[in-house]
């Protein structure tokens, strides 16, 4: 059962602005962390962009994304968004949208070290 989507991605040019959403099939998504990653090569690891606590008002960033992406989450629609602006070609990657496990009380540190599950991800791509 695919339990998270992400939508979103598409191309875009040096300077541009796009959202990624990522809708959840979670019975307990307002409970749980959940963050995005990203792989920009096919078969590197998957790098840290951003994450957020359960309720929304504790969110943290890779430096790269500091002052340039935005994580959000709706609790009562089980979405996340990831806003990001100022895009540049080293920001092209497959995005993906992780959730956080069940027993780390919804903190946002927690996607980060351990994810618990991914969506299938979403192409984005920087042109100059």
């Known amino acids: 059962q695919v339990r998270l989507v992400e939508a979103g991605g598409g191309l875009v040019q040096v300077g541009g602005s796009l959202r990624l959403s990522c809708a959840a099939a979670i019975p307990h998504f307002s409970d749980i962390a959940m963050g995005w990653f990203r792989e920009q090569v096919p078969g590197k690891e998957r790098e840290f962009v951003a994450?957020?606590?359960?309720?929304?008002?504790?969110?943290f960033y890779a430096e790269f994304a500091k002052g340039r992406f935005t994580i959000s989450r709706d609790n009562a629609q089980k979405m996340v968004y990831l806003d990001m602006k100022n895009l540049k070609p080293e920001d092209t990657a497959v995005y993906y949208c992780?959730?956080?496990?069940?027993?780390?009380?919804?903190?946002?540190?927690?996607?980060?070290?351990?994810?618990?599950?991914w969506g299938p991800g979403t192409q984005v791509t920087v042109s100059s």
């Open positions: 992780a959730e956080g496990p069940d027993d780390a009380g919804g903190n946002s540190w927690s996607v980060r070290s351990r994810p618990a599950d």
């Open positions: 994450a957020i606590n359960w309720s929304g008002i504790d969110s």
